[in-house]
């Protein structure tokens, strides 16, 4: 494990003194990136209407498991059946397409005037965000499951492309050519999304620890164990980092002192003398977190959407649907939106839980919502992608 020169102490300084990226290019991309920036806190801007109508959906092949990513008026989301497409926002219609070969579950990145996604296969393509032509094809030993994510070039005058692999390894890969800057290998499966906050990356994987390695040169600054396998992306706030594992716990940790700072449940919400707990028993978390200013809301495969308090990690609320939510879910303003297995898309109020409105599509929901502009973008397990909103 190598540490800055100054211990943890400057770690974490050295963290808060680099301001959270949100966007590809300012202005220009209102949800370019899995959990919409770079931190991966799932916040976007604006106000959703109270009760969203169907837009339109468009069918665009087999079941979608991929989440939408939103710039230049385009909607950018990946197929099961091999297909990178781009849609209209304004009303679903099919701009380019792109065949992988490969499933495509992971969700595209948009950066400048390209997309970045990984298929199946474990080949990672950089496209024209314009046309879907290919720019440059990168190839990895294992499937690619998450979200790329991007950081500055050492030099400044570039950017590097982040992505992790089924081969056990987090790729920094050079965004113009495709040519790979630095390599760091981990002990398992690397499933989600890497989180950038300044110079630092943050991921999780299979060998049950939180990574933190410098987005310079891929060196290690250091790992925390969090107890059980973490299947879906970390989020990065203010020196901590926040993610959910396999042994049914959403843990804070203190990158500073390299310790876990709370546990949702507690320790005490757990079997005892034989009785069982009050949560559902193995129910794990494959949903990443949305971090808001004094709350964390995250979906679980006990059907419930979890609502904590972010200082300390006790339970604020929780939310019952019908069925497994391992979508991940966006805070808008006073509205969380999320899809859950039971085939509902649901709005529920921030402060309280309490449902706001639902939509019933009739099959899974996998995919994570994309919000911009009062505009609601998922993704299905029937093949299509539907928008919500105000007409």
Not at 17 to 27: D, K, M, N, S, V
Not at 46 to 67: E, F, H, N, R, Y
Not at 244 to 269: F, H, M, R, T
Request: hydrophobic residues 40%; aromatic residues 10%; neutral net charge.
């Amino acid at each position: 494990m190598r540490c800055f020169r100054n211990g943890p102490a400057a770690l974490l300084c050295a963290i808060l003194l680099f301001p959270i990226a949100q966007g590809a290019q300012a202005g220009d991309s209102p949800w370019p990136i899995f959990r919409g920036n770079q931190a991966l806190t799932g916040i976007a801007k604006g106000k959703l209407t109270d009760k969203p109508q169907l837009l339109w959906s468009s069918k665009i092949g087999d079941s979608v498991k991929s989440s939408p990513v939103i710039g230049n008026g385009l909607v950018y989301i990946g197929s099961s059946d091999g297909k990178v497409c781009a849609l209209k926002l304004a009303d679903g219609t099919n701009v380019w397409e792109f065949s992988t070969g490969d499933s495509v579950e992971a969700p595209p990145l948009l950066v400048d005037n390209s997309i970045y996604v990984g298929a199946g296969s474990g080949k990672f393509y950089s496209l024209d965000a314009a046309s879907g032509k290919s720019n440059w094809v990168y190839e990895t030993k294992g499937k690619i499951a998450g979200s790329a994510n991007w950081i500055k070039a050492s030099d400044g005058k570039g950017k590097w492309i982040l992505v992790g692999s089924y081969d056990n390894t987090m790729h920094c890969i050079d965004a113009a050519n495709g040519k790979q800057i630095w390599t760091f290998k981990t002990k398992n499966f690397i499933n989600g999304s890497p989180a950038v906050d300044g110079g630092n990356v943050a991921f999780g994987g299979c060998d049950a620890r939180i990574h933190f390695v410098s987005a310079a040169d891929g060196s290690e600054i250091t790992n925390v164990n969090v107890g059980a396998y973490i299947a879906a992306s970390p989020a990065l706030a203010d020196g901590f980092a926040f993610a959910g594992n396999y042994g049914s716990k959403l843990v804070c940790v203190n990158i500073a002192s390299q310790s876990i700072a709370w546990e949702y449940p507690p320790q005490e919400d757990q079997p005892i003398q034989g009785k069982p707990p009050q949560r559902q028993q193995g129910a794990a978390f494959f949903s990443s977190p949305a971090v808001g200013k004094d709350r964390i809301v995250i979906g679980c495969r006990d059907n419930n959407l979890h609502c904590v308090g972010r200082k300390d990690g006790g339970k604020i609320w929780t939310f019952a649907t019908h069925g497994a939510v391992d979508s991940c879910p966006v805070i808008c303003g006073d509205k969380v939106v999320v899809g859950s297995g039971d085939g509902r898309i649901y709005m529920v109020n921030l402060s309280d839980g309490t449902e706001i409105w639902s939509y019933e599509i009739g099959a899974p929901l996998t995919s994570s919502p994309a919000v911009a502009d009062g505009t609601i973008i998922i993704g299905c397990d029937d093949g299509k992608v539907y928008a919500f909103g105000k007409k």
